[in-house]
């Protein structure tokens, strides 16, 4: 039972355009997101997150909207870079509790086309 | 450097051997993860640690897993009588074990049974 889900396993994107990337979770409990990014061969790297009693953080070129009655969240890149081509992972974790474990999505590609 | 490290960087094994993986998180973190990616899937939670409490097992996918952290800091990941679908990258992470805190991955490590 996939409590995260990233839809999307791919999403092609123009350079200087936005990359929107999505996430749904299904545990209401969640109260802290987070945005991973991974290049082949390296491990995850944190991107951003953001906490539930907000709707929105922005650092840079990236922003994180959420929405929790809708229990989705999503992860803006604009303007999109080449560099920016990788596996992007949303994860979700429930902060009330002692146990610190995240809980991921499967990841969706970005490729971001020169 | 400061990071996460993971030795070996490569392993290849033939089917039925012990491997032992190891993974040196940041200092000061209390938090470890065991992880592993197989080709085309998400991240597969493993195995917890978190201070002196008893690890969090729930992910390990056998009796043939299993992970050790002696003094608090290094973590040994062992897998006995490996099968070729053992084949993946184990990825190992650190935090502060705190809540809202990002994990820190190390480069993993990536095994491969023949």
């Known amino acids: 039972d996939q409590q995260v889900k990233q839809n999307s396993p791919s999403l092609s994107v123009q350079e200087g355009r936005i990359s929107i990337l999505n996430c749904d979770y299904t545990?209401?409990?969640?109260?802290?997101f987070l945005w991973y990014k991974k290049y082949p061969a390296e491990g995850p790297t944190f991107l951003i997150s953001i906490s539930s009693i907000k709707d929105k953080n922005e650092d840079g070129r990236f922003t994180v909207f959420l929405n929790k009655s809708a229990k989705h969240l999503s992860l803006h890149i604009v303007p999109s870079q080449p560099g920016d081509s990788a596996v992007y992972f949303c994860?979700?974790?429930?902060?009330?509790?002692?146990?610190?474990?995240?809980?991921w999505g499967l990841g969706t590609s970005l490729a971001v086309n020169p | 450097g400061a990071g996460v490290s993971q030795s070996p960087s490569n392993k290849v094994t033939e089917k039925g051997k012990d491997v032992e993986l190891r993974c040196d998180p940041i200092?000061?973190?209390?938090?470890l993860y065991w992880y592993r990616q197989s080709l085309g899937q998400g991240l597969e939670f493993l195995i917890y640690f978190q201070g002196n409490s008893a690890p969090d097992k729930s992910g390990l996918p056998s009796d043939r897993f299993s992970a050790e952290r002696t003094g608090g800091s290094v973590s040994t990941l062992t897998i006995q009588r490996t099968q070729q679908e053992d084949s993946a990258v184990y990825l190992c992470?650190?935090?502060?074990?705190?809540?809202?805190?990002?994990?820190?991955f190390g480069p993993g490590t990536r095994l491969t049974v023949l």
């Open positions: 545990n209401s409990m969640f109260d802290y």
């Open positions: 200092s000061g973190h209390t938090a």
């Open positions: 994860a979700a974790e429930n902060n009330a509790g002692n146990n610190r474990k995240l809980i």
């Open positions: 992470a650190s935090s502060y074990g705190l809540g809202g805190n990002e994990q820190f």
